[in-house]
């Protein structure tokens, strides 16, 4: 069976975070798990792979609000890097408002857009969609 090697969870929030990641490993197609507590520490980590020219994770599941950086920021800092690796992004987040739904579209992220708390069959069809494709 094919795995992602890596995925990242941005997450300030104690629960959501070990929910988020105990799905990821029990769905078993996640070999290693990056955890960054908000969007400037994930910016800062996946510049710096990205300069090193290490692997970036394969999928990251981003939280909108957060201390620091928020969800925003990351992705417009993000988006700056010219990397060539595919990485899929989703966003994972209680905000349920109409402007963040319309403000994911900037980014093309509107079918990635997932409401919190996220269940274990939602998490596993998006890791699984991903390693089958």
């Excluded at 989703?90 to 708390?117: C, F, G, M, V, W």
Aim: charged fraction near 25%.
């Amino acid at each position: 069976m094919r795995k992602i090697d890596l995925a990242c969870i941005v997450e300030d929030d104690p629960m959501h975070l070990f929910i988020t990641k105990k799905y990821m490993e029990l769905s078993g197609f996640v070999e290693k798990i990056l955890v960054c507590k908000n969007g400037k520490e994930v910016y800062d980590t996946l510049k710096a792979m990205f300069l090193n020219s290490e692997k970036l994770p394969q999928i990251i599941f981003l939280d909108l609000n957060m201390p620091i950086w928020d969800g925003w920021q990351f992705l417009d800092e993000f988006t700056k890097i010219p990397i060539e690796q595919k990485v899929i992004i989703y966003i994972l987040t209680s905000s349920n408002s109409e402007e963040d739904i319309k403000r994911a579209e900037q980014y093309s992220l509107k079918s990635n857009y997932l409401i919190k708390p996220i269940n274990q069959g939602q998490l596993k069809s998006v890791l699984e969609e991903l390693v089958n494709n």
